[in-house]
């Protein structure tokens, strides 16, 4: 069994980009530039977006948080993003969520320009890859993919079951897997026999956010078992699949913590340099 690495590919990742960054600087002049907006004090948020400026700027990306208290007018964050989708020295704007119960989440993406949305989460890039052309692509399935990739260069006529049909996860995963030519399923919770479909899949990808669903016997020997989920349980951290028992059946399984979660904001970063680059043609 392979123990897949997030860590160390999202190390990679970030040594790829930073040479990138560096080649860009010495063509344009500028490097592109990160803003996270952060509103309110959520323990998780902070220490997302804390994490995400460490890493913007390791890899030498111009890096800004503009943080406002949980109270803000909504409009007050929709002038903002209007102010940054104007700012030629912003690249990729990140609204991070979830957001209070005032605002509408609708809106602030869609306020967000596409061409910087770093999310992949407005409208116009969920339509483009699901029409298969370039857009951005939400920063978790993206790191699946790479992981993917990485274990299966070839993906043309593998099966692939998708747990969950999240607008973060299941659905754009479900996409970037069939640009791969995979046929793929896609599962939820009012899937019939969920056992029976991830018994079919040669990936299998799970995105639920129910700590250990996916037993030993659900799984065929040799898949591909990418785990999204981060559940906190008594005895710790916790994915979505019972690692132990899969891990014993599966040529390739993705550890909870270690694994997704790394690629994750190392995938972030190269949606911002991607969208300077589109910038700059
Ligand atoms: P979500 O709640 O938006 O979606 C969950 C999906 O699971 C839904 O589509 C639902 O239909 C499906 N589901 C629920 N119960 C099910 C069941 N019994 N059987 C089959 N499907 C079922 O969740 P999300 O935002 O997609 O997140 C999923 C998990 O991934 C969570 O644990 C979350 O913390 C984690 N997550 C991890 C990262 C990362 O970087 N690793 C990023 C985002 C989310």
């Known amino acids: 069994m392979i ?3 997030g860590k160390k590919e999202a190390a990679n990742l970030r040594l790829e980009l930073k040479k990138e960054v560096l080649a860009l600087k010495a063509k344009y002049n500028k490097v592109p530039g990160l803003t996270v907006i952060l509103i309110g004090d959520l323990a998780p948020s902070q220490i997302y977006v804390r994490n995400k400026e ?24 929709l002038n903002k993003i209007d102010e940054l989708n104007k700012d030629d020295t912003v690249s990729g704007i990140l609204v991070q969520l979830p957001l209070p119960k005032h605002i509408d989440k609708k809106k602030v993406i869609e306020t967000i320009i596409p061409e910087k949305d770093v999310d992949g989460f407005h409208p116009v890039n969920v339509g483009n890859l699901s029409s298969g052309y370039e857009s951005s692509v939400p920063c978790t399935p993206l790191g699946c993919y790479l992981l993917i990739k990485k274990m299966e260069p070839n993906l043309s006529g593998k099966k692939a079951v998708v747990v969950g049909r999240s607008n973060l996860n299941g659905k754009p995963m479900t996409q970037l897997l069939l640009k791969e030519n995979c046929t793929v399923t896609i599962t939820h919770s009012k899937t019939k026999d969920l056992k029976e479909e991830c018994l079919k899949g040669d990936i299998v990808v799970a995105a639920v956010g129910i700590p250990e669903l996916v037993k030993g016997d659900w799984i065929k020997k ?8 981060i559940n906190k349980i008594d005895k710790g951290i916790v994915g979505d699949v019972a690692f132990d028992e899969v891990s014993k059946i599966a040529k390739a399984i993705t550890p909870v913590p270690g694994g997704v979660g790394p690629m994750t904001i190392a995938c972030l970063l190269k949606n911002t340099v991607e969208c300077f680059k589109r910038s700059q043609r």
């Open 3 to 5: 123990l897949i690495d």
């Open 54 to 77: 460490k890493s913007a700027k390791e890899v030498g990306l111009k890096s800004e948080v503009i943080k406002y208290p949980s109270n803000v007018e909504e409009k007050t964050i």
């Open 222 to 229: 040799d898949a591909i078992v990418i785990d999204v989920g």
